[in-house]
Each structure stands twice: as structure tokens, then as C-alpha cells.
């Protein structure tokens, strides 16, 4: 991560932003990537915050959404000071080994720490932007000494070599390992296109609202979805990933990083179709499972999506009858 100490400009300031944008996103992405290759209730640790025994899955489930709540604030200072906020990435990784990739979580919290709070603003220049900085910081800094705990119980007890679940050999000859794989990409999709439509439409509180219910709902399914995939013994898979002679899986686009629409209409009407062919892959998807957990879960997210159907489609028809919308 770049190192930035002067911000004096307000480009400097812009920079500084997109920055850790590109960060927020990425790990927001990459800690729920990390969790979902861990066992579920297998391994626990002392969580010096919460005061309690805490499953590391689950509380490194939790770090990556406070992560996207972050990318969401920045993206809409940028937006407030007219700048269009990217949707590019830090490069993601997963290690074979679970301590490493708690290990890289850990650094890449102490980088964006330091991005925080060694960026020397102007005195009195834009205090509002330096506030809601330090306090996303010290978020950083809880989130650091959680992943040190969790480093610290694995070592000592004796979990170091631990592995991270594996991704099933039948990946790509199974139907429906296939299908959820193509919703979890649909879904981290959408959760970020309905993102980019929130920052662009938050002066209409009606409509963005609207928009982030929806993107909260496919940020609830690709987390469902991944934990889904485990229980049929597979391992989400990273987006454009190349895996090295070690194991290791890296991804200069996890993502994607560039969404259509550029107004109200434009966007709107990208929605839609989406949202069809997400309902078409997950009746897919439900008449391949058996009856159980895994396609009882499968038919609310396809409930939900068939909602969004409705939802996307009153929106647009509204946009279309009513003049002078922007």
C-alpha cells in the first residue's frame, strides 16, 4: 500500500481517499474469503474486545463487513466532493495455511492504520474528513489486535500447520458446484453495482435507500452462498486468480471494477436483467440439491431475488414516467 504523510491539496486529499478505497474494498472481499476457508466452531480464541471466547470464522465474517461499511463512507465523501469512486482492488491472496492468511490480514491492518494516522492533514483543512478518518482507524487498530489473538491461539495451540479447507476436485464436472460459484461471483457483483448506484443517487434518500437494502441482501446471500458451498465440500473460489508452485492464490481483480449506468434510467435498466438472471441460476441451482438445509437456504435467497425482480422493476417504470429525473 502507498505511503502517503503530506496532504495539503485538495487532490492530495482525493488521493488519499482512493487510496484506502481500493484497500477497504479489497479486504472487505478478501477477510469473508479467508473465513470461509476455516472450519466452522473448530478453532477458537480469547478476543481481547469482546471479553469472550470467540469462533475465528465467524468474527473475521464480522471484520470484513465492518470493512465494506468503511469502503461506504469513503465512497461517499468522494462523492460529496465530486470526484467518481473506484471500484478497484488491492491485490487478494489465500494461503494454504490458515495461520498465514490470518498473519496477512493482521499486516494489512497495521498498513491502512498507518495510511490513517501518518497522513499529516493541513491544520483546520477539512475536519470533518479528518474525524471520520481517525475514526475509522481505531476500528483498524481493534480489528488488529483481534487477528493477533487469533495468531497468537493458533501457535500456541498447536494449530500453526492447520490447513484451510480445500476446493473440491469435482468443481468444474459438477452441476451444482458450478451454479453456487456462479452466485457467489453474481452476488459479490451486484452487492457492489447496487453500491456504485447508492453513491451516485445519495442526495435521493428514497432511491438509495432502495438500492442498499438490495446490495445488503446480496452481501447476505454471497456470505450464505459461501458457507453453502463448504457444507457440499467445496472452498469459494477468488475471482482471476493464479495459483504459484506453493499453493498460494493471488488476484489482481477479485472484482469487477467497472459497472454500467450513468444516471438514474441507465442504471436502472441494468438491474433488472441481472437480477432475471440471478432468479434463472438459482432455480437452477434448487432443482439440483436435494431436499435439506442447503436447498431450503437456496429457496429464501431465490425468494429475496424474485423481490428484487419486483422492486427493481417498479423503479424503473417510475424513472421512465416521470419527467425530468436525472
Known amino acids: 500500500m502507498e505511503r502517503i504523510r503530506s496532504v495539503k491539496t485538495r487532490q492530495d486529499i482525493l488521493h488519499l481517499l482512493d487510496v484506502a478505497l481500493a484497500h477497504e474494498w479489497a479486504v472487505s472481499f478478501e477477510y469473508v474469503i479467508h473465513a470461509y476457508s476455516i472450519p466452522k466452531g473448530k478453532y477458537f480464541y480469547e478476543d481481547p ?9 465467524a468474527q473475521t465474517i464480522q471484520i470484513g463487513i465492518d470493512e465494506m461499511y468503511h469502503a ?19 491485490e487478494v491472496i489465500r494461503y494454504p ?17 498507518d495510511l490513517y494516522q501518518s497522513a499529516v492533514i493541513e491544520p483546520g483543512a477539512e475536519p470533518k474528513l479528518q474525524n471520520m478518518i481517525w475514526n475509522i482507524s481505531y476500528d483498524e ?6 487477528f493477533q489473538a487469533m495468531i497468537d491461539t493458533l501457535e500456541a495451540s498447536g494449530n500453526a500447520e492447520a490447513l484451510c479447507l480445500q476446493a473440491s476436485p469435482e468443481r468444474e464436472s459438477r452441476d ?38 438490495n446490495s445488503i441482501n446480496h452481501m447476505r446471500h454471497w456470505d450464505k452462498t459461501s458457507g453453502l458451498l463448504i457444507k457440499l465440500g467445496d472452498v469459494i473460489a477468488i475471482e482471476n486468480a493464479e495459483i504459484d508452485a506453493q499453493g498460494v492464490e ?50 429464501l435467497q431465490l425468494g429475496l431475488t424474485r423481490e428484487h425482480v419486483y422492486t427493481q422493476e417498479k423503479l424503473l417504470a417510475d424513472a421512465r414516467r416521470i419527467k425530468g429525473i436525472d
Open 72 to 90: 461506504l463512507q469513503l465512497g461517499v465523501v468522494l462523492t460529496q466532493m465530486g470526484a467518481s469512486p473506484t471500484f478497484r482492488t488491492d
Open 176 to 213: 451444482d458446484l458450478r451454479l453456487l460459484q456462479a452466485v457467489c461471483r453474481t452476488e459479490n457483483e451486484l452487492m457492489h453495482r447496487y453500491l456504485k448506484y447508492v453513491l451516485m443517487f445519495g442526495e435521493y434518500q428514497d432511491l438509495s435507500q432502495r438500492l442498499f437494502k
Open 49 to 57: 474486545i469482546l471479553k469472550q471466547r470467540t469462533d475465528v470464522r
Open 250 to 299: 493471488r488476484s489482481p481483480r477479485p472484482m469487477p471494477t467497472e459497472y454500467a449506468g450513468t444516471d438514474r434510467r441507465s442504471a436502472l435498466e441494468t438491474l433488472v436483467p441481472a437480477e432475471k438472471d440471478l432468479v434463472a441460476t438459482y432455480e437452477k441451482a434448487v432443482a439440483l440439491v436435494p431436499p435439506g438445509e442447503v436447498q431450503d437456504q437456496l429457496r
Open 141 to 146: 487498530v481493534r480489528h488488529a489486535g483481534q
Open 97 to 113: 495455511r490458515i495461520l498465514d492468511n490470518l498473519k496477512r490480514d493482521r499486516m494489512t491492518e497495521d498498513q491502512v492504520t
